[in-house]
């Protein structure tokens, strides 16, 4: 089993639709859970960090951690074109930060 | 947040030559800087940490002697695929975490490298 499980979709919405986007893991030292997006050809950027269970918020963006469960989710409201890329989960153990990512889940949001 | 330059952003070279990729941190010193390989498709693969001033460690399966990393300075750490084959065709991404951000590291825009 591999440490960070994540389905690569492709996942097809249309605009203006919840995107819900998942990982599971099974180390559960892991404490540090990350979201980034990946345009093509691009680096990653950070979308969202936490280290507890719960809900995060930044505007259209929420991020749940479940640590009982090992699933956290990236939910995206009222999206849009643009945010079309592929979408990584990462999570680290703390200490020293070398996160592990999950292979990302490829999202297409059509007009 | 901090940026890091990732040069060049896309390469072609010749069997048998060496490359060098260049990964900068433009606002922050970087104790530690990363270097990953992504193919198509796929996750972010780990290759090696980098720490200034001292020897890379490399991941399990990461051939030290073909992926050469230097981190000479707190801003600058390069790559240099040596002997390039065209199975070392990937994009190539750096990572840079600074002392006052050890929570989280910043990416480069990565590197295209094809080997023909």
């Known amino acids: 089993q591999k440490e960070v499980e994540q389905d690569p979709g492709p996942l097809s919405v249309p605009e203006g639709a919840i995107v819900s986007l998942n990982c599971t893991y099974s180390?559960?030292?892991?404490?540090?859970f990350m979201w980034y997006r990946q345009y093509s050809r691009k680096g990653p950027e950070l979308l969202m960090y936490t280290y507890s269970s719960g809900n995060k918020e930044d505007g259209r963006f929420t991020a749940q951690v479940d640590k009982s469960s090992k699933y956290i989710s990236l939910f995206i409201r009222d999206s849009q074109p643009s945010d079309s890329a592929t979408y990584l989960c990462?999570?680290?153990?703390?200490?020293?930060?070398?996160?592990?990512f999950g292979r990302g889940t490829s999202l297409i949001v059509h007009p | 947040g901090a940026v890091v330059s990732q040069h060049p952003s896309w390469v072609i070279c010749k069997s048998g030559t060496s490359v060098k990729i260049e990964c900068r941190s433009l606002d922050f010193q970087a104790t530690t800087m990363f270097w990953y390989r992504q193919f198509p498709k796929q996750s972010l693969m780990l290759m090696a940490t980098?720490?200034?001033?001292?020897?890379?460690?490399?991941e399990q399966g990461v051939e030290k002697d073909k992926f050469l990393i230097n981190h000479a300075s707190l801003t600058l750490s390069t790559l240099t695929v040596t002997s390039a084959h065209p199975e070392d065709s990937s994009f190539y991404i750096c990572s840079a975490l600074g002392d006052r951000m050890n929570t989280e590291a910043f990416f480069g825009q990565g590197t295209r490298l094809t080997v023909v």
């Open positions: 980098s720490n200034e001033g001292s020897k890379a460690t490399y």
């Open positions: 990462a999570i680290s153990s703390g200490g020293s930060y070398i996160p592990t």
């Open positions: 180390n559960s030292a892991f404490q540090y």
